[in-house]
Every structure is written in structure tokens, then in C-alpha cells.
């Protein structure tokens, strides 16, 4: 085949530092998911859906291929960074977590995540991030300890 042909979509997930409800005000929360979509965009992996509460964000992305999945990561978490200390003077505090959980999609369940990600809020009205991240980490087969992943 002389072309390389790619179709990877990624579900990211990753907290505010501490779960720190830095997102409270849903219409910087909103500004913050369009800046990731933009971000992403930017990196060459443009966002099927953003969205998340005040202390997390859900990004399902379609990867490019000229990016690592750890490159996309750290600019999607630097550029925000920076860029919500700037629109919100009382958020010089800002930080996300160190880490992230990136999971595959497969294309066939594209429209069930981002109606997951669209679900955000009253999802969180039943269930805690760390409820979530275990549902997830199960469902995926991924192996955890409970002393590091919830920094």
C-alpha cells in the first residue's frame, strides 16, 4: 500500500491537580473545552467531543499520525494552563494532574462516548470522578494503585 492510512480515536481523561473544582463557572469551563478542542486541532488531532465538569475534562480526539500520544498530552495540558491563568485572574493557582488515563476507541463507538462526554454533569450528580476513573480502568482491563493515581 503506498499511502499510510490511519484511524485511531483516543478517549483522554485527566483531573485538576487535587480534583480542585478550578472549573466551577460554566461558561469558563466551556471556554476551556473549546480551547482544548483547538489545541488538539492545532497538534493535528482534531476533537470529536470535549466536555467534562470543574475538576475534569474527557477529550475523544481522532490522533494524527505525526504525534505521540504523550506529545499531545503535555501540550494540551501546557497551553491550557497557560492560557486559563490568563483569562481568569483569580486562577494563578491552576494546575492539572500529572498523569492521565488515554484510552482506544474503537470507530464503532464513537457516537456512545461522546454522548458519555455530552453527559458529563448529570453523570457526576450519581457517580464521583474516582467512581468514574475505576469503571473505566475495570472496562479496560488496566491495573491501578489507589496510593498513586488519585494525586
Given at each position: 500500500?503506498?499511502?499510510?492510512?490511519?484511524?485511531?480515536?483516543?478517549?483522554?481523561?485527566?483531573?485538576?491537580?487535587?480534583?480542585a473544582?478550578?472549573?466551577?463557572?460554566?461558561?469558563?469551563?466551556?471556554?476551556?473545552?473549546?480551547?482544548?478542542?483547538?489545541?488538539?486541532?492545532?497538534?493535528?488531532?482534531?476533537?470529536?467531543?470535549?466536555?467534562?465538569?470543574?475538576?475534569?475534562?474527557?477529550?475523544?480526539?481522532r490522533?494524527?499520525?505525526?504525534?505521540?500520544?504523550?506529545?499531545?498530552?503535555?501540550?494540551?495540558?501546557?497551553?491550557?494552563?497557560?492560557?486559563?491563568?490568563?483569562?481568569?485572574?483569580?486562577?494563578?493557582?491552576?494546575?492539572?494532574?500529572?498523569?492521565?488515563?488515554?484510552?482506544?476507541?474503537?470507530?464503532?463507538?464513537?457516537?456512545?462516548?461522546?454522548?458519555?462526554?455530552?453527559?458529563?454533569?448529570?453523570?457526576?450528580?450519581?457517580?464521583s470522578?474516582?467512581?468514574?476513573?475505576?469503571?473505566?480502568?475495570?472496562?479496560?482491563?488496566?491495573?491501578?494503585?489507589?496510593?498513586?493515581?488519585?494525586?
Open positions: 500500500m503506498p499511502q499510510t492510512l490511519s484511524c485511531v480515536y483516543l478517549h483522554i481523561v485527566f483531573s485538576t491537580k487535587n480534583r473544582g478550578f472549573l466551577m463557572d460554566s461558561g469558563l469551563r466551556k471556554k476551556m473545552h473549546a480551547y482544548l478542542a483547538g489545541i488538539a486541532a492545532n497538534q493535528g488531532c482534531p476533537a470529536v467531543r470535549v466536555g467534562g465538569v470543574a475538576d475534569h475534562v474527557h477529550l475523544l480526539v490522533m494524527g499520525r505525526g504525534i505521540t500520544q504523550s506529545d499531545l498530552l503535555r501540550e494540551l495540558k501546557r497551553s491550557s494552563s497557560v492560557w486559563v491563568k490568563t483569562e481568569s485572574g483569580n486562577l494563578g493557582d491552576f494546575a492539572w494532574q500529572n498523569g492521565a488515563g488515554l484510552f482506544s476507541i474503537s470507530p464503532g463507538h464513537v457516537d456512545a462516548v461522546c454522548r458519555y462526554i455530552e453527559n458529563q454533569e448529570s453523570h457526576h450528580q450519581e457517580i470522578f474516582q467512581d468514574e476513573a475505576r469503571s473505566i480502568f475495570t472496562k479496560y482491563g488496566i491495573e491501578w494503585d489507589e496510593h498513586y493515581v488519585w494525586e
